[in-house]
């Protein structure tokens, strides 16, 4: 495992603005990591209503989830992204064809062989110059990840989340935590502390023998086989809500 980037001190906003710590750190390292990555295709696995949308620099921001309604509310929010309706485990994306591909707090709701398929479909469809940033549980999927990233790229930074101090935090702030239907749910002191604890996850992060986090931020970049980079093709888009789909079932059924 290399460490070429120094993710120690990156800032963490008033904007990255999660009552979770967690959350909040990871999307701080995403903006961070993000904010020089032009390039022309960014994908984000299963963005609900496009919601790291803010973050992408790419040409193109390809949102895709299994949800057509939050879909349609993050068009409707941001009519520049597309849109893409798959089950991750169904997908399979133009192979070099995504400069940035990102998936944060989803793939913990996948059985660990299914997260590393998915990641290595990730795999195959990153530039070769591109940016892998995964985020999944800390369980048996990690030394299957480890191995499937270390094959394919030269940078593989692993970040531990979710320190005991934050899973407190948590319990007791988060909209089902024991204050999460008071008041002090989504207020400014509670942001303001999530911030700070976020700050200990920063550090804390990158020390794997504190290795009882829950979530890892796998970060990749680098590929060691170069391929010619190819054009993303997305299956044809749906008339009456504009959404491009792989999944016809999902137009009418919920998952
Ligand atoms: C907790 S949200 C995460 C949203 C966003 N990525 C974030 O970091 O806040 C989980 C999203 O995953 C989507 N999802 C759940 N299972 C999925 C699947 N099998 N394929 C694609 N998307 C899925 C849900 O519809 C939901 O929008």
Sequence with gaps: MSAEIDLSCFPIHRRHNSPDPGKTYVWALMDYLLRDRAGSVGIDAACDFFKSFKYFRTERYVGVDCNKETLIRG??????????????????????????????HTLQYFAPEQIVDICAMFTRAVKSDGLLLVHVPNNECVPG??????????????????????????????????????????????YFLSRIVARTERRSSLKSSLGRQSRILFVCMDKKEKKSDRELILPDKDQSTGIHVFNSDLLENRS
């Design 75 to 104: 068009m409707g929010m941001f009519p520049q992204g597309e849109a893409l309706l798959s089950r991750l485990e169904n997908l399979e994306l133009t192979e070099n064809s995504a400069d940035v591909i990102l998936s944060t």
């Design 145 to 190: 990840l480890q191995q499937l990233f270390d094959k394919a790229f030269h940078m593989v930074q692993r970040l531990h989340v979710g320190h005991l101090l934050s899973r407190i935090f948590v319990k007791l702030f988060c909209k089902i935590g024991v204050f999460g239907n008071t008041p002090l749910y989504n207020s400014r002191p509670i």
